[in-house]
């Protein structure tokens, strides 16, 4: 696709500095970045890269002046980038409808706007709106619905009755709807609880590859609208994670825990189950959590704290052992003082 | 499907205070039940609930006295809830056989009252016994052995001469018998062992969604009967699980270590290679393991150590800075004392 | 298969000390082996097993002693031994071309010296080269290459572009190609970066089972010839590993990360993105690493710091409660000390 830097401007709401009728070909990183692209520059410690890039045009911040090449000016260059490169690489979706080699149930209800590839199947009652696609290998099982404008890529299971909402994006092995991890006990026999629950997965939701949800006991395990998930995260049953919330790879949450609104959660963190995070709260790499973090704070180790605190910890751990020699000197020079004063007594 | 109280009591084994015509119809958390629901209180946290349900009956532990609405008495309400879901919510399997989208190699031995979806593939000399379904993308290797009553969820991929036993569940997404994690070197060279052993999984076994069980170098690894696994979990080769243990979320086994009887991992500990864990330990969230574990131990942190050390530990690193700062102001106190003592020496 | 010790012994370059002419039928571990096998002894604590074992020769290094069986004496008998169980069992590959159930694009480049199991899926402009097997559930996207004597094992998910080298074994559920974690953030909505790169695996790379590389933002996500990695594994998008390093299972290295050649990255280490790891250094086992890494460093824990200080510091941890006391014990003592010094003032 080929754009003029004058209408890509105008796609991002930019304003251009320099000749806006330069045709803009491809769209690539600074260092990367050939004769025909557009690039940007969002982070100051790139600034030295102007001079360099071969790149035709840059997006870059209002305050940025340069006049060697074709800038465009906008409030949130990598924001903009963003979309362009969305706009430039963008390829129209082929809906071909069913494919001979999908299996679909005579029962299930796919709208003909969408993509069900060969080796997809659709079970009976399940649903697939319009504008959505079905890579091969995808399961989608009794009752469950697919909404407007979704992709699920190869190798995905939804489990039955399960519910997923409009522009989701799933990438490949993720398990939506496995049974939750519930057992009764009698004696040392595990007694399984049926998962008679669901999940929803809301809008605009994108959960990375090998992730598994687990349905709920009960009631929904819920995912809610713009929550971004990266890979190979584990979700217990009836665990609710808010609005906006972003969840790193190798996270675990336990059964029933709550993840408020714009909450980060780091990889590899864990939490255990039945607990509250708040909205806006952090909790960074490898930390554990086992109890409810208030609204805003930045929670750090296991067990979790304050992760000013725990930089100040985590300082002091490391001079352990200096300070486990300093004690055993200080012991020693106690007990002399002590025998001088005593000599003194006498 | 309805039944009256007095037919589910007789189902687990309880005693009903109250009317036992009533009509149940539905099973639900105590929060959510509505009227024609049965529910439970096993945890006192609940009991202010009782009041409140609109549950038509609940199944309560004998001391517990409440008498507006019918009660089920038991000694253990959370088993006794876990087989009347069961029970009520139960769907017969439709044991359809060998579907026309499935691909089962002429060798094969499939029992004719199986459920072999589209999609599933099973492999020569592979055999599934009388009452199990696989699911669309459900593979089965060569010589393959999938025991009665069994169900392999979508996608999951069994390995050749693999051995699964009688009433298994195994989630989507979950590998038995990939290749266990063996190499010989020659200078910077890995020479890849071949995995010549297999897996073995006992009757009763629950394995979690994608989850990865190696097969053994030679010989077999080995989930035995009873254990029940979340997702995401790593079992290396040659691993041994005994009867009845548990293990949460995103564990990993290094090769060769042995779990004893109902031991419990707890999520995202890990555990060295060559290890024994005795029967009845528990590893709490986090640890990481690398000697062996006495029977009945509570095993916490890395390096680990006794779940009650641990406590006290953690205790005392979150006061390290305090202690830090205090450790500077008795060395300053000494050496002033020292110089006290000492100028009343002159 | 039958071969004679002296067969053994020129397939390896090693040296036959008694009857060239016995017969071996079998390879096993030197507790298991029975007549007609042949083992290996590689680890001196396994000595004592020499007189005990059943098999009929035993592989050894060239300073072991021993009259009573044949033995082969070689440098690295564990190598030994992994050649020979390969010549053993090795199976010839039954490459039978494009099977009729699978789907094959028109405009895909098969060799037909290949295998494509019956639900293998191969897109457009695909190409799979001589020698290489897809299992069933394989999804090799738009434009993918994999090359010569590959291996996808069942469930394995190429996604589009990507490159696979020569002798490159993929385990089940494993995905090769999920877009990257890469967004721009307006106010609180995550707006998605189109991740145009690729994955490319080198020759002779073997990946575990579900494992989740992801494709770069631009450019390519790159893993070089020779590596290892176990399961579960986590690499984000632009990560670079070099020739030779090993990564065990549940590692999470994050976007942008450079691992160096010869790395040793241990099980559930998790790296921050934007650091390098140079050549030959180790990261433990848990470790948390959010720095660089100097070449040959081992480093441990989390903040990572160097293995033989994490050593000490463990230990001083685990000494901490008594420290505590300790240092309160001192703190009376000084108080008690400056007293009586004061007193005597007077």
């Given at each position: 696709m080929e754009k003029t830097i004058g209408e890509l401007a105008s796609h991002v709401g930019g304003k251009v500095f320099g000749d806006e009728n330069v045709i803009i070909s491809g769209v690539n990183g600074i260092v990367e970045a050939v004769k025909g692209d557009i690039t940007f520059v969002?982070?100051?410690?790139?600034?030295?890269?102007l001079t360099k890039t071969k790149a035709s045009a840059i997006i870059v911040s209002p305050e940025i002046q340069f006049e060697e090449k074709p800038l465009i000016k906008v409030d949130n260059p990598y924001l903009a980038f963003a979309e362009i490169l969305t706009l430039m690489t963008g390829t129209e979706r082929?809906?071909?409808?069913?494919?001979?080699?999908a299996h679909v149930h005579p029962d299930a209800k796919v709208d003909p706007v969408t993509a069900i590839y060969p080796l997809a199947y659709v079970g009976k009652g399940a649903e697939v709106k319009e504008g959505s696609v079905i890579y091969p290998g995808g399961y989608l099982g009794d009752g469950a619905v697919v909404g407007r404008d979704s992709t699920l890529y190869p190798n995905v299971t939804i489990m039955d009755r399960c519910i997923i909402g409009d522009r989701v994006i799933i990438h490949s092995g993720t398990v939506i709807g496995?049974?939750?991890f519930g057992f009764a006990h009698e004696g040392n026999k595990h007694v399984k609880i049926p998962q008679v629950g669901i999940v929803r997965i809301d809008d605009d939701v994108e959960i990375g590859s090998n992730c598994s949800i687990d349905r709920a006991a009960m009631g929904k395990t819920w995912i809610q609208r713009g929550v971004i998930m990266d890979n190979l995260i584990q979700i217990g049953h009836n665990v609710v994670v808010e609005e906006g919330s972003i969840l790193i790879a190798q996270v675990g949450i336990s059964g029933s825990s709550k993840i408020g609104k714009n909450v980060i959660l780091s990889g590899q963190a864990g939490l255990v189950g039945h607990i509250k995070i708040g909205d806006g709260a952090m909790i960074t790499a490898k930390a554990g959590i086992s109890k409810d973090v208030r609204p805003g704070e930045v929670i750090s180790g296991f067990p979790g704290m304050p992760h000013r605190k725990w930089l100040k910890t985590m300082g002091a751990v490391s001079k352990l052992p200096e300070m486990r020699k300093e004690l055993e000197r200080l012991k020693k020079e106690v007990d002399k003082l002590k025998g001088l004063v005593k000599t003194k007594d006498k």
């Amino acid at each position: 696709m080929e754009k003029t830097i004058g209408e890509l401007a105008s796609h991002v709401g930019g304003k251009v500095f320099g000749d806006e009728n330069v045709i803009i070909s491809g769209v690539n990183g600074i260092v990367e970045a050939v004769k025909g692209d557009i690039t940007f520059v969002a982070n100051p410690k790139y600034m030295e890269f102007l001079t360099k890039t071969k790149a035709s045009a840059i997006i870059v911040s209002p305050e940025i002046q340069f006049e060697e090449k074709p800038l465009i000016k906008v409030d949130n260059p990598y924001l903009a980038f963003a979309e362009i490169l969305t706009l430039m690489t963008g390829t129209e979706r082929n809906l071909f409808g069913i494919s001979d080699g999908a299996h679909v149930h005579p029962d299930a209800k796919v709208d003909p706007v969408t993509a069900i590839y060969p080796l997809a199947y659709v079970g009976k009652g399940a649903e697939v709106k319009e504008g959505s696609v079905i890579y091969p290998g995808g399961y989608l099982g009794d009752g469950a619905v697919v909404g407007r404008d979704s992709t699920l890529y190869p190798n995905v299971t939804i489990m039955d009755r399960c519910i997923i909402g409009d522009r989701v994006i799933i990438h490949s092995g993720t398990v939506i709807g496995s049974d939750g991890f519930g057992f009764a006990h009698e004696g040392n026999k595990h007694v399984k609880i049926p998962q008679v629950g669901i999940v929803r997965i809301d809008d605009d939701v994108e959960i990375g590859s090998n992730c598994s949800i687990d349905r709920a006991a009960m009631g929904k395990t819920w995912i809610q609208r713009g929550v971004i998930m990266d890979n190979l995260i584990q979700i217990g049953h009836n665990v609710v994670v808010e609005e906006g919330s972003i969840l790193i790879a190798q996270v675990g949450i336990s059964g029933s825990s709550k993840i408020g609104k714009n909450v980060i959660l780091s990889g590899q963190a864990g939490l255990v189950g039945h607990i509250k995070i708040g909205d806006g709260a952090m909790i960074t790499a490898k930390a554990g959590i086992s109890k409810d973090v208030r609204p805003g704070e930045v929670i750090s180790g296991f067990p979790g704290m304050p992760h000013r605190k725990w930089l100040k910890t985590m300082g002091a751990v490391s001079k352990l052992p200096e300070m486990r020699k300093e004690l055993e000197r200080l012991k020693k020079e106690v007990d002399k003082l002590k025998g001088l004063v005593k000599t003194k007594d006498k």
